[in-house]
């Protein structure tokens, strides 16, 4: 063989190295990238519960706001923070939000003591029911406590269980404050 041709071998066969190794390089890169789209894809998911969920609460206060009279002087809003965990588990402070303190229970309130003192799982519509009838002064509509209903499952407070197209709810927390199990 000719010089030439052994030269042209050999350029060959580091031509055929070289490309090799952009191919492993190249398909190492793609399996990286890919775990860190799966990870970012799952905190986007669990980014899209949290603004349900958070969708849920809001409009559930802004309606249970609405039905309740307009604050007087007397009762000046005080500002409480709240934190909730981030899609790492991280916990992150929220904004400040207003409340009003007053011997008025909130209807979380009410909600987790009505379903801490039964002992079988009720529908929403029996929720309303009975603190409408306890609560008179209050206009207490299903929707707000169905809302309410659903922000406490996700709080894990509440525990939710269907049956064919019913749906029922009981408190995994019984009056003596020691939580249920199941």
């Known amino acids: 063989m ?46 899209r519960r949290n603004r349900t969920v958070l969708m849920g609460v809001r409009s559930a206060l802004l309606r249970e706001s609405e039905a309740e009279p307009a604050q007087t002087a007397s009762s000046a809003p005080t500002v409480e923070v709240t934190n909730v965990e981030d899609a790492s588990g991280q916990p992150v402070t929220q904004a400040p939000r207003e409340s009003t303190k007053s011997s ?5 309130d009410l909600v987790c003591s009505y379903l801490s003192g039964q002992s079988e799982p009720r529908a929403a519509g029996e929720v309303t029911e009975d603190i409408a009838k306890k609560h008179p002064d209050r206009q207490v509509k299903i929707t707000v406590v169905r809302a309410t209903l659903e922000s406490l499952v996700a709080q894990g407070r509440v525990r939710r269980n269907r049956q064919g197209r019913s749906v029922f709810y009981s408190s995994t927390t019984p009056l003596n404050g020691t939580p249920s199990t199941g």
């Open 2 to 47: 000719s010089d030439t041709a052994v030269q042209t071998d050999d350029v060959a066969l580091q031509y055929v190295a070289r490309v090799d190794q952009d191919l492993a390089d190249n398909a190492e890169e793609q399996e990286r990238i890919g775990r860190e789209i799966e990870a970012m894809q799952q905190r986007l998911n669990t980014l």
């Open 104 to 108: 008025k229970p909130t209807l979380v």
